[in-house]
């Protein structure tokens, strides 16, 4: 019997050990042995729990009992999440976690420890919920090169653009009604400013080419500014506007960034609605293969947890690639500024054919934008870079209203 | 270095032992191993190729060969797939083949027979190409149940869908344009009758169930019937008609099919067009995960092969769930006529009063379609038994047209 222990009695630790119990066969076929839930580690005290004798106040109760094969890490945050992970590793312990920011911040060196100590460091759970997108990416993908990911990495936010549109609704309306749903949070910055899903794809992106960024390098933009004539302007031009994470590989560099982006209707991501995720991943063999489910949730969440736990466990994940990171070297992030976009523009306060001339003049041939109200102008680029864009915006006349990029 | 050879030097297998040689660096790292393609089997010759030396026709050489670990079966069929494939087995070499008529009907003996011998049969490339969705069933849904699946499993019937809903065209214009572009075959039965969806919802309950069911079982019906009308129909409705595949487990049993179904709008499937595959599946963990890519081509089913390749050389296979499947036993599969469905039902040749009158008497609550052609009626069923739905449309007035399962 391999017994583990649960560091963090929340909605995701929770689920795992119930899970654990519940599942109890099927983990004992996936990782080879029966598994065994012997400490839960919380601040609190859980006297109505099933579980309630197995609470534990002591990280080191843990860390120094040799029985325990195994840490699952559900606590979120750096601190002290950091500290007994690295407690955990240092032990010989497998570590298993929930918590995107710690693999986003401290990943590198977390797996380099569980590498020196012949033990796994494994993250499935951090992006996309129940999605297996980090074990497919690592296993099948192996032999083949993914040249970009592009995706929806938050829920919460693409709740809020879905009710936008089919509700004709407000971003501040579509906020509030998320956290009556108890979709968003009550501070809610972490998902709207693109934050949660900056780590996210920062960590696909080091799934993929074995390098982690720093968050400083990933343009990262809000997406509450985003109107209900932007969310318009989109249905007009035959698609819907998304927050998406994406990386694309550029030489021996990548370029990454997290902005609302106008998806056209014949991309599958367009069409991805409410709470759900979908991450697409173009490689050099296979094309695209796009991924889709729920990104977050209880059980889902868990359930990624627990297939980490049967790989670490089982010995499976010894034949996965990127086992370790490398840190960025300088000029591995391009510069956003170079990055290339086709651009929607919507300009109020001057005449539209004054706008639409000096669009041309100054971004060439400019596309005209189908049912566009009365009283304001709407083009859509080129494709451009960055630098030259802004200067061309800045020289329109009239109030610049919107822009945003195509994917 | 580990020395395999590839059976069969058509598409796919040239694709295998092309990519084999420019992805070697990452096969070596996957596998654990340099790989060369020792030999290349086929009736034959290749004088002008630049593996030409290494092509012989004497499958016994592959065979008595010890050198060999591994060989790639790309020949499809089942004569002379299968002895080739049972004596590469017997002989303690892992096989990776491409070939779904082969896994759907001799697939429980091949992996029994790998697993007597201590080797891998894999079959990654089998159903969705390059989409990596048999191993990720078969890992990171290995703690989890999957309960249903249902999808888009074949590219030529989906590329005719599109067509004739995108360009107003008859079945029989889109097959044309599809034999043109060489997406359909000259001789297309195993696509538009279902047979090819067939064999790879067989698998794919396979590897969800570990139980695989005889095709006789499988209810398929084919899609060479839709008419403009129909498709029509489907738009009107808010969704698309699409090819599906799917299984359902019901009590200790499954329900399997593959037939032509009206696809909402918000089920993400609606939106997969041309060439592409899809499938969703319901875990009871995860929810609904859904895979999407191209489901053919030389490079997507070579990649899905490489895949297995390096799962096969590196061990990686034998934390795989499902590693061998049973037998169906009798009562497995739910008899169709016991399955239930919403029905789309168009009717002519009466009175538009007759037949709604007759349907609300015979189905109960029926829907009405938005935009009914004139002369014609249409409705939408409540969920039915099949033997149910079937008396009742015997029972319509008039002629019945179209007869078309929601999903």
Redesign the interface.
């Known amino acids: 019997m391999k017994k583990i222990a649960v560091i963090g009695f929340g909605v995701v630790g929770g689920g795992v050990v119930s899970?654990t119990d519940e599942?109890a066969a099927?983990?004992r076929?996936?990782?080879?042995d029966d598994v065994y839930v012997k400490y839960i580690l919380d601040l609190r005290d859980f006297p109505d729990s099933p579980y309630a004798d197995r609470v534990i106040h002591d990280v080191n109760i843990i860390i120094n009992d040799p029985e325990i094969d195994l840490v699952v890490e559900t606590m979120g945050g750096v601190n002290p999440a950091l500290a007994f992970s690295s407690a955990a590793l240092k032990a010989g312990k497998h570590v298993v976690t929930s918590n995107k920011e710690l693999v986003a911040k401290h990943g590198e060196e977390l797996m380099r420890l569980a590498d020196e100590n012949g033990v796994a460091y494994l993250y499935?759970a951090s992006v996309g919920?129940?999605?297996?997108l980090i074990?497919?990416i690592r296993?099948?993908?192996?032999?083949?090169?993914v040249t970009a990911v592009r995706g929806i990495l938050n829920g919460t936010t693409n709740y809020i653009l879905t009710r936008m549109r089919d509700g004709g609704i407000s971003f501040e309306e579509a906020l509030a009604e998320a956290q009556q749903l108890g979709y968003a949070e009550k501070d809610p910055s972490a998902d709207i400013h693109g934050f949660d899903a900056q780590r996210k794809i920062m960590i696909l992106t080091a799934v993929a080419t074995g390098v982690i960024v720093n968050e400083a390098d990933v343009y990262t933009e809000t997406m509450s500014k985003l109107t209900t004539a932007d969310i318009d302007a989109a249905k007009r031009l035959g698609g819907a506007v998304r927050l998406i994470g994406s990386f694309v590989r550029e030489g021996d560099g990548v370029s990454v960034s997290v902005c609302p982006r106008i998806v056209d209707g014949?991309n599958?991501l367009?069409?991805?609605?409410d709470v759900y995720n979908?991450v697409?991943a173009v490689?050099s063999?296979?094309?695209?293969?796009?991924?889709?489910?729920?990104g977050a949730?209880r059980?889902?969440t868990?359930?990624?947890v627990?297939?980490d736990?049967?790989?670490a466990l089982?010995?499976?994940y010894k034949?996965e690639?990127n086992r370790t990171w490398k840190k960025a070297p300088a000029g591995f992030v391009r510069p956003f500024a170079e990055s290339k976009n086709r651009m929607y523009i919507r300009v109020s306060d001057a005449s539209v054919q004054e706008v639409m001339d000096a669009a041309r003049l100054l971004f060439g041939d400019v596309t005209e934008v189908p049912g566009t109200p009365a009283g304001v102008a709407e083009f859509v680029t080129p494709i451009l870079a960055e630098e030259a864009a802004a200067k061309a915006i800045a020289a329109l006349p009239g109030t610049v209203e919107s822009v945003l990029r195509l994917l």
């Open positions: 899970l599942n099927m983990i076929e996936a990782s080879g499935e919920g129940g999605i297996p074990r497919s296993t099948s993908l192996a032999s083949d090169t014949k599958p367009a069409h991805v609605d979908a697409s490689t063999l296979t094309g695209d293969v796009m991924y889709y489910g729920r949730g059980y889902p868990a359930g990624a627990i297939s736990v049967t790989a089982s010995g499976a034949t690639s």
